[in-house]
């Protein structure tokens, strides 16, 4: 790339007339050939800076993912026993308020600790969404007769790679953190909920996960 370049002036220029107003040659020159460049090269930079900006963003979401496929492998290793399930259900979230996700239903349940490791959204080819970065909150609502939320909100992230066209979302860390001892037993479900923080905020076509746990 050319080095960037401004026009110089020439002695034989002269700036100002004999009444001390600046010449129609210097206006011409600073105003058509000085100034529109450094007004394309302020413009070019400012656009520079924010691709960067944007690329960054995706660069911390990749390696949040990177970080909980990680936490994900070390969790799967210890679920063995106990009354679990899972659902994934492909959504659109739209707006700030709460749209049931997926939900895990139990049966023949027993007093224990409830657990949702590996739970949330994981954006595929298919998801979309329309400003970037969004924000969002995520609850577990324990469905026992009725709904009672025991676990968040929680909030998430999610940043769309404006170049690829590819979302990544960002569970909070507190879902595989999660873990509650439940007295309820029988027929027990759980269900996810998700909202964003912004009422014209969307993302669609966003597969969302549950995997529910229940262990003595």
């Known amino acids: 790339m050319p080095a960037f370049r401004l026009p110089r002036l020439q002695s034989r220029l002269a700036i100002v007339d004999n009444q001390g107003r600046p010449t129609t040659t210097f206006l011409d020159f600073f105003n058509n050939q000085f100034a529109p460049k450094i007004e394309a090269q302020e413009a070019a930079q400012a656009e520079t800076i924010a691709m960067?900006?944007?690329?960054q963003l995706v660069i911390e979401a990749q390696q949040e993912q990177i970080v909980?496929?990680?936490q994900l492998a070390n969790i799967a290793i210890g679920?063995?026993?106990g009354n679990a399930g899972s659902e994934t259900l492909t959504m659109d979230i739209i707006g700030d308020t709460w749209q049931p996700g997926p939900q895990v239903d139990l049966a023949g349940v027993v007093a224990g600790d409830v657990s949702i490791p590996g739970s949330g959204l994981f954006a595929d080819a298919g998801t979309d969404q329309n400003l970037?970065?969004?924000s969002g909150e995520v609850r577990l609502v324990e469905i026992d007769g009725g709904d009672t939320v025991i676990g968040g909100p929680w909030a998430f992230t999610s940043v769309k790679d404006t170049l690829f066209n590819t979302v990544f979302c960002n569970n909070p860390?507190?879902?595989n953190a999660f873990l509650d001892a439940r007295t309820s037993t029988?027929?027990?479900s759980y269900?996810?909920?998700f909202k964003l923080d912004?009422?014209?905020w969307q993302i669609t076509d966003v597969p969302a996960r549950l995997y529910a746990r229940r262990t003595v």
Do not use: M
């Open 186 to 188: 029988g027929a027990i």
């Open 198 to 200: 912004n009422p014209v």
């Open 79 to 81: 679920l063995t026993g």
């Open 68 to 70: 909980e496929a990680l």
């Open 52 to 55: 960067l900006t944007a690329q």
């Open 191 to 193: 269900r996810l909920d």
């Open 173 to 175: 860390a507190d879902i």
């Open 132 to 134: 970037t970065p969004l």
